[in-house]
């Protein structure tokens, strides 16, 4: 009996498992090392794919138990993929073979062991010749019997020669008896034991009837006469996977006509076995406890985060939930702040006005399977798609290390590779939460003072759309996702609403709370190995289009993952900041053609684009990367300066900063005395405000009186800036209702203000905020704390153009001051005072008050104005972490941990 055990793993060469949205596979096409696909006889010469539909289960139907324990699997529901996967067996007997897959719940994709169970065929070649590789890259020869036996999860094949020649040579007396020592085992599971140290959960899937029929193996008894005896108990097993691939051979393509695979079309259709697979993988996942010794999320066992894991505070979602599966907290990766690692992106529940966050759901996962209804985008869709899928589901499959040490200096953390890693694999997607319209904005100029830098852009997303316009797609990153295609006929009459998309769709993933181990790659200018890749998975929205960063090429061991930030910087672009470099963090990759920062100033003038488009595009081309940061707050009392600057693009100002010196009394009164200040950057809140959170938007509030009466400022702002009438493309400023959303901007609060500040510049701000409604200022919204005053207004100035003219934020604190309090009197041009309630308003509006302050510098009404609310405890369970002055105003994301029903 020769027992071999080999490890295989991550190679194109070796089996390796991986979902896929292929649709053209009919039979099997594995060729796993040393079984050609004359061997199979189901094969399908000239397949990518082959499908594995097997599921753990013991719900399901095991293989024939006279079969030993090699491929545990249950087929999905395809008769031919159980008659394949039958035929596979049988020919792996008869040839003198068996195959087990062993997985991990969590990265199947990850251990693949082949078991090869030699019957009296001999299987492998007595030379020399082939070669095995360890994880420090050396190669080991020698006789491959030996090595095979005592195989553990460091060893992979790497060689061709090894399959072809097993498949010929006889195996020598000398070498059978050789191996034999070794390798006579009673049981499959110590044989398993022996090559790997995989998973002992899987390994338990070995039954003491696959046992003893691979003991009668053992014995050399013939092939046909492999029968169980006895009844065959259920096999332990508690892995449940579905959908995945083996995949082989990737550059082969599928050949014209290749049927559509019947199965997924039905699968996809009726979704059925996709709801029930979900849920026996969340059970099964639930069983396997909530804790990783990583300290990560269940499904993230590659990546070991060095310093950032504590484990007492710490709390993995998957107790809670199965939601969570793919959450662990991490505490301190900002020293007041509590980290999420999740393995999925989150975004927030649909309708939920206090923005809660929300995991991916497993079962959204299906619409990786779908087609990707992109049509002209060539956009990754076979095998990004298959990898985003599986990174999702699985996490991270080589094994990563987060610590310090990076070239940057001591205290920066890097990524470093923890094994080798070839090239072209995507190691990770950048992860964390989807911000919607607006919001990059608004937290970059937040985050950008605590120098956050955690952004990541669907950064070409707009170029694609500026490409279609004259019928030609490009999409980001090349390679895999990227390239570019023709436009077709048929998508042309679309190009027009897919343009409106420039506004609406979310294009950036914030990991400053919620990440994955993506967040942590440092920049390089030059020679990064890994790039950033857009892929599209069906649509063109938050759900459908993500980011995957791939191995530009072979990295060894202890190498530190970097990626290029200003990738889709334009070689004009790169040359103009070398020339002239300024920017946010001066850069210490030490490349020879270091741009000098980071994240550099760049220059939006070269866009040529309408200005809608480039105001977007300057949000995303700034910092591929990138943006986003904050601001510690200031004074709890009297003082605060407030202002806000450019996001840091340096565009000249664009959306140049503009700052209010505000007073805020105890009364809760706000006092504009101050214009623009020059240069500043900070953004100084209150500091009891942990948290900030955008409210809303308020982008069409005015009434048609209040319209009318606003016209003249309107014709003003239009005299000033040409540039904002094309941008605005027919919709009308928002800024202008006292009835709409309590807010009123020239209202008759900002009106007052203007008298009082005649020839100022300003525009009138006027909040009316009433706390005797539910969500105070908002309308309806279920806010907790309601708005009681304003701390600070911002507003972008007229520096500059002015013709980006953007939001007016409004930042609101919960806890200055009572409700019904009757606010003292306004001093100087913005004053708050009590609004006069009568009739059956009164008492609601005893509590309500007016806000009115000028927005200095502002010389058009601004398109958008936001409502930040603040509260002074983070969402996230563990209490409020403690104040860190750097990091303070730092938006929290509201992140639900509780078990759902
Ligand atoms: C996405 S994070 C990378 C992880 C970061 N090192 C950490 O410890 O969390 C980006 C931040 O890393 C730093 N960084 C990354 N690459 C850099 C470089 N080449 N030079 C200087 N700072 C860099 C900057 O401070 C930047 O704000």
Not at 208 to 217: H, L
Not at 525 to 539: D, K, R, Y
Not at 588 to 602: E, K, M
Not at 705 to 733: A, H, K, M, V
Request: proline letters at 7%; one cysteine or more.
């Amino acid at each position: 009996m020769l027992w071999q055990n080999a490890v295989v793993q991550k190679g194109w060469l070796s089996v390796r498992l991986g979902a896929s949205t292929c649709k053209a596979e009919t039979a099997f096409c594995i060729e796993p090392g040393w079984i050609s696909a004359q061997e199979l006889p189901c094969a399908v010469p000239g397949s990518r794919h082959t499908e594995v539909p097997w599921i753990y289960s013991d719900a399901r139907p095991l293989p024939p138990p006279e079969y030993p324990p090699h491929v545990v699997y249950v087929p999905q529901g395809l008769m031919s993929s159980r008659t394949a996967f039958a035929n596979l067996h049988k020919s792996c007997l008869e040839k003198g073979l068996a195959i087990k897959f062993v997985t991990s719940a969590s990265t199947p994709n990850l251990q693949v062991v082949l078991v090869l169970v030699a019957g009296h065929q001999p299987l492998l070649p007595t030379s020399n010749s082939g070669r095995i590789s360890s994880d420090s890259g050396q190669e080991v020869t020698g006789p491959f019997q030996t090595h095979l036996v005592s195989a553990s999860p460091n060893y992979h094949y790497h060689d061709h020669d090894l399959q072809q020649q097993h498949q010929q040579q006889p195996v020598s007396n000398a070498t059978a008896a050789a191996v034999d020592s070794v390798a006579v085992t009673p049981a499959t599971s110590e044989v398993l034991q022996q090559a790997a140290g995989h998973d002992m959960t899987c390994l338990d899937t070995v039954s003491p009837a696959a046992t003893a029929t691979t003991a009668m193996m053992a014995t050399g008894t013939p092939a046909q006469a492999r029968k169980a005896t006895g009844p065959v108990p259920a096999w332990k097993i508690q892995a449940c996977f579905n959908g995945y691939f083996l995949l082989f051979k990737p550059e082969r393509d599928l050949q014209p006509g290749q049927p559509y695979n019947i199965w997924w079309k039905r699968r996809n259709s009726e979704r059925r076995n996709r709801d029930r697979d979900v849920l026996i993988w969340r059970e099964d996942l639930r069983q396997l406890g909530p804790r990783q010794p990583n300290g990560l999320p269940q499904s993230e066992q590659a990546v070991r985060l060095q310093g950032y894991w504590d484990g007492h505070s710490s709390q993995c979602g998957a107790a809670a939930s199965p939601r969570l599966l793919h959450c662990g907290q991490v505490q301190s990766v900002m020293s007041d702040h509590t980290f999420l690692y999740v393995t999925r992106p989150w975004w927030p529940r649909p309708g939920d006005p206090q923005r809660t966050l929300e995991p991916s759901r497993s079962d959204q996962l299906d619409g990786f399977l779908r087609e990707c209804n992109c049509g002209e985008m060539k956009c990754g869709k076979l095998r990004a798609r298959q990898e985003l899928k599986r990174l999702r589901e699985e996490g991270v499959s080589y094994q990563l290390d987060v610590r310090h040490g990076s070239c940057l200096g001591k205290e920066h953390l890097g990524v470093f590779a923890g094994e080798p890693i070839p090239a072209g694999r995507f190691l990770f997607e950048y992860v964390g939460v989807w911000l919607l319209d607006g919001e990059p904005e608004a937290r970059e100029k937040v985050y950008e003072p605590a120098g956050l830098h955690y952004l990541y852009d669907l950064s070409h997303r707009y170029e694609l759309f500026e490409e279609r316009e004259v019928r030609r797609i490009s999409v980001v990153g090349g390679g895999d996702g990227g390239g570019g295609g023709a436009f077709k006929k048929r998508r042309a009459n679309r190009a027009v609403a897919a343009d409106d998309l420039h506004a609406e769709v979310p294009l950036v993933v914030d990991a400053t709370n919620v990440g994955n181990v993506a967040r942590f790659v440092n920049h390089r200018c030059e020679g990064a190995n890994l790039i950033s890749v857009n892929v599209c998975m069906g649509g063109l929205d938050e759900n459908h289009m993500t980011i995957l960063i791939r191995t530009l090429r072979d990295i060894q061991p202890g190498e530190e993952l970097t990626l290029d930030y200003q990738a889709g910087l334009e070689p004009e672009e790169k040359e103009r900041i070398r020339a002239k470099p300024e920017g946010l963090v001066p850069c210490r990759c030490g490349a020879a053609s270091c741009l000098g920062f980071v994240f550099p100033h760049i220059d939006r003038a070269v866009r040529t684009w309408s200005g809608k488009a480039r105001r977007n595009a300057a949000g995303s081309r700034r910092l591929l990367v990138t943006m986003a940061m904050s601001s510690p707050a200031t004074t709890t009392t009297t003082t605060s300066t407030s202002s806000i600057s450019d996001s840091g693009s340096g565009d000249g100002g664009a959306v140049a900063a503009a700052a209010v010196d505000a007073t805020t009394t105890a009364a809760g009164s706000v006092v504009s005395t101050g214009g623009p200040v020059p240069g500043s950057r900070a953004c100084k809140l209150s500091d009891h405000l942990d948290r900030v959170e955008v409210i809303k938007a308020m982008t069409d509030l005015g009434s048609s009186e209040q319209q009318r009466q606003l016209q003249p400022l309107r014709n003003q702002r239009n005299q000033q800036s040409e540039d904002n009438i094309e941008d605005d493309e027919g919709d009308e400023y928002c800024c202008v209702s006292a009835e709409a959303g309590n807010i009123s901007l020239g209202g008759s609060g900002a009106s007052q203000v203007l008298r009082d500040r005649p020839g100022s510049g300003s525009l009138g701000l006027d909040l009316d905020l009433d706390s005797g409604k539910a969500g105070g200022l908002m309308e309806g919204g279920a806010v907790a704390s309601p708005f009681l005053e304003v701390v600070s207004v911002v507003s972008p100035d007229s520096r500059g153009s002015n013709a980006d003219c953007e939001d007016v934020i409004v930042v609101s604190c919960a806890a200055a001051v009572e409700p019904r309090r009757a606010p003292g009197p306004g001093v100087g041009s913005g004053a708050v005072r009590d609004k006069g309630a009568e009739g059956e308003d009164a008492q609601r509006l005893a509590a309500a008050r007016v806000v009115s302050c000028a927005l200095p510098g502002l010389m058009a009404p601004p398109k958008r104005i936001r409502l930040l609310r603040a509260t002074a405890s983070s969402a996230v369970p563990g209490g409020a972490p403690q104040q860190d002055s750097r990091t303070s105003g730092v938006p929290r994301d509201a992140v639900e941990l509780a078990p759902q029903p």
